[in-house]
């Protein structure tokens, strides 16, 4: 039996701000169970949900030197759909009302994660053979599995992942403080260690450590080798190519289900959605005071309001877009001058376009379900899930071909026939506009091929059971 520990800064269904949680929360249940121990650390945030904390049960705590001081460490588990969860309790440093803020701070507390999440494995007797890392948050947990904590018998045959989500976040703070927080030598930081243009780089660490190193799309693990793509990182990334793989992400197909989502008003199927899935429309038109017309193009969107995700090619051709007969339905939060936007546009074209600036699990899988579009034009994107949560909901998805987007949109083709979605290749927001109205072409004047479309976007299959596989030979590799 292999025994694997997720370490990650969020999971679902305990803490979510992105597709992060998606990956740690929905992954490890899908490993064969005869064969592999698969089990889940993370912060116990204060912000969590009641419910959430209620389900939790003290394991044990202990003090670790942090900081030159000692540090209170819970312990906390619970098991749910068969997996472990372990909690890493300290209300100092996992108060606040998100899991992320202020970021020198959350150095800090995901330093502090890192080395708790280590010590605490010999208190509750879990020796994984390797620890799964995702993103910079966890960058220090294979440094010090080759550093601190390598003498000593529980430690010493460890291996570690990197996975990168996102390569934009790395974690860096000057390398006085992040020295003095790590508690590790001089030593390590230097260019070909932890040291990145003069700071010092969490994530970095994990990459130059870990025994292998992920990233969730194969078209993103060959653009993070290049300089537009690479976040100054990707002369690393060429120098370990040999140990980076790309594995793409899956969704948990219970979760998102169409025929058995209970966010919907009116379930549907890959059968019958020509005749539902309008319904949903309908209830979503009549809900956020949409004008009521079964027949307008309406597009979706859900997502962080960051530049990442392509919202300024959005700003720029929404005025002509609204001139087109159809409904922009936007579920986001995030910077300020795209929550703005979308504000300003729900006031000028206010029967065409609603802007909800909040969280909702609720009206995101609504979205899903009723539009008859996603658009994520992203700048760049490790793997992207909405559009494959888009693609299960028979939702047809207009992307810019980009890393997981690439990977997992088929771009419609009217002559052979084929294709999941509509995409387009430059960062350009009049290549974006052809590629919507093209979409609008098909859906108003070809609803045969249209529907066609959706056929195969609904037969497509993003669960994880290809990716599980992939990563399984990956931990036997690298644990014969
Ligand atoms: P990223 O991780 O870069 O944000 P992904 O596409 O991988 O992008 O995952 C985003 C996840 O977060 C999806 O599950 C999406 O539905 C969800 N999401 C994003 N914004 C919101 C929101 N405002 N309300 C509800 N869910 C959201
Ligand atoms: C990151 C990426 C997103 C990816 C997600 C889960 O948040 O931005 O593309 O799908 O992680 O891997």
């Given at each position: 039996m292999k025994k694997i520990l997720f370490a990650a800064s969020e999971g679902v269904p305990f803490i979510k701000t992105g597709g992060l949680a998606d990956v740690v929360g929905s992954l490890p249940k899908c490993f064969n169970k005869e064969y592999f121990d698969v089990r889940v650390i993370m912060p116990k945030y204060m912000c969590m949900k009641q419910e959430h904390k209620d389900m939790m049960q003290y394991v044990t705590h202990f003090y670790m030197d942090f900081n030159f001081q000692s540090m209170y460490v819970g312990v906390l588990e619970t098991e749910y759909q068969g997996i472990k969860f372990y909690f890493i309790d300290n209300e100092y440093y996992f108060q606040g009302s998100t899991p992320y803020g202020n970021i020198r701070y959350d150095i800090?507390?995901?330093?502090?994660?890192?080395?708790?999440?280590?010590?605490?494995?010999?208190?509750?007797?879990?020796?994984?053979?390797?620890?799964?890392?995702?993103?910079?948050?966890?960058?220090?947990?294979?440094?010090?599995?080759?550093?601190?904590?390598?003498?000593?018998?529980?430690?010493?045959?460890?291996?570690?992942?990197?996975?990168?989500?996102?390569?934009?976040?790395?974690?860096?703070?000057?390398?006085?403080?992040?020295?003095?927080?790590?508690?590790?030598?001089?030593?390590?930081?230097?260019?070909?260690?932890?040291?990145?243009?003069?700071?010092?780089?969490?994530?970095?660490?994990?990459?130059?450590?870990?025994?292998?190193?992920?990233?969730?799309?194969?078209?993103?693990?060959?653009?993070?080798?290049?300089?537009?793509?690479?976040?100054?990182?990707?002369?690393?990334?060429?120098?370990?190519?040999?140990?980076?793989?790309?594995?793409?992400?899956?969704?948990?197909?219970?979760?998102?289900?169409?025929?058995?989502?209970?966010?919907?008003?009116?379930?549907?199927?890959?059968?019958?959605?020509?005749?539902?899935?309008?319904?949903?429309?309908?209830?979503?038109?009549?809900?956020?005071?949409?004008?009521?017309?079964?027949?307008?193009?309406?597009?979706?969107?859900?997502?962080?309001?960051?530049?990442?995700?392509?919202?300024?090619?959005?700003?720029?051709?929404?005025?002509?877009?609204?001139?087109?007969?159809?409904?922009?339905?936007?579920?986001?939060?995030?910077?300020?001058?795209?929550?703005?936007?979308?504000?300003?546009?729900?006031?000028?074209?206010?029967?065409?376009?609603?802007?909800?600036?909040?969280?909702?699990?609720?009206?995101?899988?609504?979205?899903?379900?009723?539009?008859?579009?996603?658009?994520?034009?992203?700048?760049?994107?490790?793997?992207?899930?909405?559009?494959?949560?888009?693609?299960?909901y028979g939702t047809v998805p207009i992307v810019r071909e980009t890393g997981g987007l690439k990977d997992t949109v088929e771009p419609y083709n009217e002559f052979e026939g084929t294709g999941t979605g509509f995409s387009f290749t430059n960062y350009n927001a009049h290549e974006m506009l052809a590629s919507i109205r093209y979409a609008e072409r098909i859906y108003y004047d070809r609803k045969r091929e249209w529907n066609k479309i959706i056929d195969r976007a609904m037969a497509a299959d993003f669960s994880w059971n290809v990716s599980a596989s992939k990563y399984t030979e990956m931990y036997d590799w690298m644990c014969p």
């Amino acid at each position: 039996m292999k025994k694997i520990l997720f370490a990650a800064s969020e999971g679902v269904p305990f803490i979510k701000t992105g597709g992060l949680a998606d990956v740690v929360g929905s992954l490890p249940k899908c490993f064969n169970k005869e064969y592999f121990d698969v089990r889940v650390i993370m912060p116990k945030y204060m912000c969590m949900k009641q419910e959430h904390k209620d389900m939790m049960q003290y394991v044990t705590h202990f003090y670790m030197d942090f900081n030159f001081q000692s540090m209170y460490v819970g312990v906390l588990e619970t098991e749910y759909q068969g997996i472990k969860f372990y909690f890493i309790d300290n209300e100092y440093y996992f108060q606040g009302s998100t899991p992320y803020g202020n970021i020198r701070y959350d150095i800090e507390k995901f330093i502090f994660f890192s080395k708790a999440a280590l010590s605490a494995l010999p208190q509750i007797g879990f020796q994984p053979d390797i620890v799964h890392c995702h993103d910079w948050q966890t960058g220090l947990i294979p440094v010090y599995l080759k550093d601190s904590f390598r003498g000593g018998e529980f430690f010493c045959n460890m291996k570690s992942i990197m996975t990168i989500h996102n390569l934009k976040f790395q974690g860096t703070w000057d390398v006085k403080t992040i020295r003095q927080l790590s508690g590790l030598p001089d030593y390590y930081f230097t260019p070909d260690k932890l040291e990145a243009y003069k700071d010092a780089n969490l994530l970095k660490g994990g990459l130059v450590y870990a025994d292998a190193v992920t990233t969730v799309s194969p078209t993103y693990a060959e653009e993070i080798k290049t300089p537009f793509y690479g976040e100054q990182l990707e002369g690393l990334l060429n120098a370990r190519s040999g140990d980076l793989r790309g594995i793409i992400n899956g969704i948990d197909y219970d979760e998102y289900n169409p025929e058995t989502d209970h966010f919907l008003a009116f379930n549907y199927n890959a059968k019958n959605f020509r005749k539902e899935k309008i319904k949903n429309k309908r209830a979503l038109q009549e809900q956020l005071g949409l004008e009521r017309d079964d027949r307008t193009f309406m597009i979706g969107i859900v997502s962080r309001l960051t530049d990442q995700k392509g919202f300024d090619l959005i700003a720029y051709i929404m005025d002509e877009l609204c001139q087109d007969n159809v409904q922009i339905v936007v579920l986001g939060t995030g910077e300020e001058k795209y929550e703005n936007m979308f504000r300003h546009f729900d006031w000028k074209y206010n029967n065409r376009v609603s802007a909800n600036i909040y969280y909702s699990e609720d009206l995101s899988h609504k979205i899903y379900g009723s539009c008859d579009a996603f658009l994520m034009p992203s700048l760049f994107e490790p793997c992207g899930l909405s559009q494959l949560m888009s693609l299960r909901y028979g939702t047809v998805p207009i992307v810019r071909e980009t890393g997981g987007l690439k990977d997992t949109v088929e771009p419609y083709n009217e002559f052979e026939g084929t294709g999941t979605g509509f995409s387009f290749t430059n960062y350009n927001a009049h290549e974006m506009l052809a590629s919507i109205r093209y979409a609008e072409r098909i859906y108003y004047d070809r609803k045969r091929e249209w529907n066609k479309i959706i056929d195969r976007a609904m037969a497509a299959d993003f669960s994880w059971n290809v990716s599980a596989s992939k990563y399984t030979e990956m931990y036997d590799w690298m644990c014969p």
